[in-house]
């Protein structure tokens, strides 16, 4: 009797672990089958070249940032603001744009290999900078704060949608990747910019600055004269006083030169156009 009541404990053993075993295994099948969903999904919004339904999903994507730049644009002139009309059919493509920018950044993020890695990623952060602002611009609608500078400056972040498009061009982040693994290049580069500015904004300072007239408190060159139609009728712009006093209806304007910063402009733009 005893060795058949331990046959009857292991048979009831048996069936017990043969179920933890299957229960286990699965357990892991479906761990394994949302493992490879997230997987997918990830590689099909992350990757363009994947399949051609993820380069047809890219292009629809850049298409729907382009669409929303241009709308974005378009409400700012003067025949669309008045119009309700228009401004609706503008706030419905907005809508669209939005909802496949909020679906496109949710599921990357929740299929995202690594979490942190993907909200710490600059395009990352771009494609979220580009989205919160319309959700801001809904809450802040139906309060106190429209029309305010807070409101203006919500919705001026939406520019940065713009950004999104670096994104979808590999060449435009090759060129990205140059440039940080330039930086210390451009750094000198920069502080050669910085010394030439100075050296020539110093010398066109002292030769373009002009004479300092104390009665009209300005440093002013012999050709900053500004004059009306009827002082230019005559041939003679000063008095006989030596040519320090001007005639009825020319005044004095200020030099550009009239401090070293104040040459920094036409340093800079020469440097920047004619190169010398």
Known sequence: AGGDGGGDKKVTKKPSSKRAALDDEVD???????????????????DPDSSAYAYYCSCGILCLI???SITFCLETMHNFEGNPQRMFIFFIIECICIAAFTAEFVLKM????AFVAFMTSPLNLVDLIAIMP??????AS?????????FRTVRLVRVFRVLK??????????????????????????????????????LIYFTERGDYFEDEDVYSRKTDIACDSTALEGDQLFTVDGGKTL????ERTESPFKSI????WWCIVTLMTVGY
Do not use: N
């Not at 892991?28 to 992350?46: G, H, K, N």
């Open 28 to 46: 892991d099948v479906w761990l394994e089958a949302i493992r490879l969903t997230r997987l997918r999904i990830w590689i099909f919004l992350d």
């Open 66 to 68: 382009l669409i929303s």
């Open 110 to 113: 929740l299929c995202a290999p």
């Open 134 to 139: 319309f959700y801001l611009e809904q809450a």
């Open 142 to 150: 139906g309060s106190g704060l429209q029309g305010t500078r807070i």
């Open 165 to 202: 498009l670096g994104g979808r061009f590999g060449k435009i982040q090759v060129v990205a990747t140059a440039i940080s693994e330039s930086l210390d290049m451009l750094a000198m580069m920069l502080f050669l910019l910085t010394l030439t500015m100075i050296i020539f904004s110093t």
């Open 247 to 250: 005639v009825l209806g020319c």
């Open 261 to 264: 910063p104040d040459s920094f």
